[in-house]
Nanobody, 128 residues
Framework: QVQLVESGGGLVQAGDSLRLSCAAS????????MAWFRQAPGKEREFVAT????????YYLYSVKGRFTITRDAAQNSMYLHMNNLRPDDTANYYC?????????????????????WGQGTQVTVSS
């Protein structure tokens, strides 16, 4: 079992920056990859970014590429989402997710159904 806790959300203005954090605990040695998803009111859950836990390879939603950066600190079992130049349409509840698997698997997983563990979410609100 893996437990995930997000933090770092808040209310900001368009153009501002935020850093979201995700702390993992439990059987973290089983993690293959971690990801950020977001969900705005009345909309479906949306993939944002993912990172391979072993090699650090990344993949992004097109609309955030160049603005957001996903990183991880494997030694501290932590993952981060650095968000720059925030826009009002970035407003959502942001969730940390993790999946178990083989470190030799190089696949990028963008479906929420591919993930085994979820955090409680942290709210990001961007005003215009």
């Amino acid at each position: 079992q893996v437990q995930l806790v997000e933090s770092g959300g808040g209310l900001v203005q368009a153009g501002d920056s935020l850093r979201l954090s995700c702390a993992a605990s439990g059987r973290t040695f089983s993690i293959h990859s971690m990801a950020w998803f977001r969900q705005a009111p009345g909309k479906e859950r949306e993939f944002v970014a993912t990172i391979n836990w072993s090699g650090g390879r990344t993949y992004y939603l097109y609309s955030v590429k160049g603005r957001f950066t996903i990183t991880r600190d494997a030694a501290q079992n932590s993952m981060y989402l650095h968000m720059n130049n925030l826009r009002p349409d970035d407003t959502a509840n942001y969730y940390c997710a993790a999946r178990d698997g083989d470190n030799g698997d190089t696949t990028f997983y963008h479906s929420g159904r591919s993930y085994d563990y979820w955090g409680q979410g942290t709210q990001v609100t961007v005003s215009s």
